[in-house]
């Protein structure tokens, strides 16, 4: 299974996206890890390059049988396709999670306090987030409004969407 997450940054797709993978045994594959890494590695003008580098690491793991939970913003229709792609090409079921905050005040205070369990990375301002060229998804399965909940709340949330959509 190939679960998409995405949605701006600091709505908390990413302590979803983790807790999911945890939950599940699921290999967790994080754009701003691996683009990071490779501006580390002196590419600094990125395109897709951390794109292409995750959609062949969840390809190979769904080939071997293991879930993945990709965890990237998927700003535009262009992406989340291509994560569709890659389940097609694995013949594995895929599930898109849209992760937002609804509440401005808390998403613009949630953006200015956060901090990065990624070294070197910078860290998007509130312009810069608000800015952003993000379409709406048309197709999304699952939308996890995270404003006014704390991480367990919208964990526990996620979680029983979850199960029930398996029980279906």
Partial sequence: MLYILGGLPATGKTELSKYLSSSLGAVHIRIDTIEQELKNCGFNK??????????????????????????????????????????????SPFTEIEVVCSNENEHKERVEKRQTDIPNLSLPSWES????????????????DTAGKTPEQSKKELSEILRRSNET
């Avoid at 959609?55 to 992406?79: C, I």
């Fill in 129 to 144: 987030v608000t800015s952003r060229d993000y379409h709406l998804w048309k197709t999304v399965s699952i939308v996890i």
């Fill in 46 to 91: 990125l395109y897709d390059e951390g794109y292409k580098i995750a959609f062949a690491l969840a390809l190979e793991n769904l080939k071997n049988g293991l879930s993945v939970v990709a965890d990237s913003t998927n700003p535009v229709l262009e992406s989340r396709e291509a994560w569709i792609s890659v389940a097609n090409k694995a013949s």
